[in-house]
């Protein structure tokens, strides 16, 4: 049985969505497979780039809040999928031992016209480092389950 439902989605809240810091290795191991740009890859050409040092791909960045999603509020919610995301931005780049925590704020909730069993969640996420600079934000929807009378 599902712990959070459309319900308990109410706009204006706010979930931290907990922390993970960031190794050379993880950067390099997701960019040699997903983001193979010198600057992900190879510490000495990095050293060269317009960002001056290895950086994580920006795709691992999201892919590193949606596991913290998952992990600390997905994964017991009645989540039924996503249509997508509306907005995706990369605001500074991530270093190895970074210390990222992520944050979901809920921008507003929409119970379904056609299916009173479900409703829409629209959101903002973000992940911050440890200085407290936003290294992504994103505003994103998910559809998810109501509570059934009875």
Not at 68 to 86: C, F, H, T, W
Not at 89 to 113: F, K, N, Q, Y
Request: proline content about 7%; hydrophobic content about 40%; overall charge negative.
């Amino acid at each position: 049985m599902p712990e959070l439902y459309f319900e308990d989605l109410e706009p204006g809240r706010v979930h931290e969505l907990g922390s993970h810091t960031v190794s050379e290795e993880e950067i390099v191991a997701f960019a040699r497979q997903w983001d193979p740009q010198s600057f992900h890859i190879d510490p000495e050409a990095a050293k060269e780039s317009v960002f001056g040092g290895l950086i994580a791909s920006g795709w691992h960045t999201g892919a590193m809040w949606m596991r913290l999603y998952v992990d600390s509020l997905l994964d017991g919610a009645a989540s039924m999928g996503s249509p997508g995301i509306e907005e995706l931005r990369w605001l500074a780049p991530v270093r190895p031992g970074d210390t990222l925590h992520g944050r979901l704020t809920v921008l507003e909730a929409i119970p379904s016209e056609r299916r009173p069993d479900r409703g829409t969640v629209r959101i903002r996420g973000e992940m911050v480092n440890q200085d407290g600079v936003t290294v992504l934000s994103m505003v994103s929807r998910g559809h998810f389950g109501r509570k059934l009378p009875g």
